[in-house]
């Protein structure tokens, strides 16, 4: 049995234009209705919401019969998280609060087997590698395993070039809402001073050789974004369309809604 490969990583190799959108209802069902949508990638949420390894694994399962991309964004740089996440299936990771280049190269080195990492061995028992049946996991996985670090710190824009400069690093996502927190502007991240950030971070990135990534629910801004050298975007939430479908059908009949 073949290693599945990983679509999305070469899409970030190749700066592709990458639609996705965030998964925080923590549900299977849900998860497959956005992966019906179309979206290039979908975002399951740890850090945020109520996602636990089961929860991510059922969506996971839900996910495979697309042929959108599944990425995980973890609570926190836990190696042992990272373990198991991998175990789990996950190929792609969405790591936040990365300040600096000593961090991600723990990253790196948190999803690779020694001699270059120190991930733990235990394929037997992971469904990432079909639990053995998977020919040679141990050198194909490391081909198909891609990183993506948040910078949302005042710090990660200090280090952003050494980060982007890290060796097993994919990709680098913006995170206008932390950044905003992070430059005194919390709620407001569209401030001009959190704009003037990303629109001077995302050729960096892109001149590091690397994918550069936001957040941004709007069209024309996306597309100023990607000017810049954004390729790959996160452009809504589930539980946002959600409770934003659900105020516009209620104020359809209700005129004071």
């Given at each position: 049995m073949n290693l599945p490969q990983n679509p999305f990583k070469r899409a970030l190799s190749d700066h592709r234009r990458q639609l996705g959108a965030f998964l925080?209802?923590?549900?299977?069902?849900?998860?497959?209705?956005?992966?019906?949508?179309?979206?290039?990638?979908?975002?399951?949420?740890?850090?945020?919401?109520?996602?636990?390894?089961?929860?991510?694994?059922?969506?996971?399962?839900?996910?495979?019969?697309?042929?959108?991309?599944?990425?995980?964004?973890?609570?926190?740089?836990?190696a042992a998280r990272i373990k198991q996440a991998l175990d789990l299936g996950v190929q792609n990771l969405l790591v936040p609060m990365v300040d600096s280049a000593e961090q991600a190269r723990a990253l790196v080195r948190a999803m690779h087997y020694p001699p270059r990492g120190i991930r733990g061995v235990g394929a037997g028992m992971a469904r990432a590698a079909r639990w053995g049946a998977v020919d040679d996991y141990y050198t194909a996985a490391p081909k198909e395993l891609c990183l993506a670090v948040q910078i949302e710190t005042r710090a990660g824009l200090d280090n952003l070039d050494?980060?982007?400069?890290?060796?097993?690093?994919?990709?680098?996502?913006?995170?206008?809402?932390?950044?905003?927190?992070?430059?005194?502007?919390?709620?407001?991240?569209?401030?001009?001073?959190?704009?003037?950030?990303?629109?001077?971070?995302?050729?960096?990135?892109?001149?590091?050789?690397?994918?550069?990534?936001?957040?941004?629910?709007?069209?024309?801004?996306?597309?100023?974004y990607a000017a810049l050298g954004a390729s790959f975007f996160l452009i809504a939430a589930d539980s946002m369309l959600l409770r934003g479908a659900a105020v516009a059908a209620l104020g359809r009949f209700i005129a004071d809604k």
């Open positions: 925080a209802l923590a549900d299977a069902h849900s998860a497959e209705v956005m992966a019906s949508a179309g979206f290039d990638w979908l975002l399951i949420d740890c850090e945020h919401a109520p996602n636990d390894l089961r929860l991510v694994l059922a969506q996971l399962q839900a996910l495979a019969a697309y042929p959108v991309q599944p990425v995980l964004r973890l609570a926190d740089h836990d050494a980060i982007a400069a890290v060796d097993g690093v994919d990709g680098v996502f913006l995170g206008p809402a932390d950044l905003a927190a992070a430059l005194g502007h919390l709620g407001q991240p569209t401030h001009p001073e959190v704009r003037a950030a990303v629109e001077g971070a995302l050729p960096r990135i892109r001149a590091a050789g690397k994918a550069a990534g936001v957040y941004c629910g709007d069209a024309a801004l996306a597309a100023q």
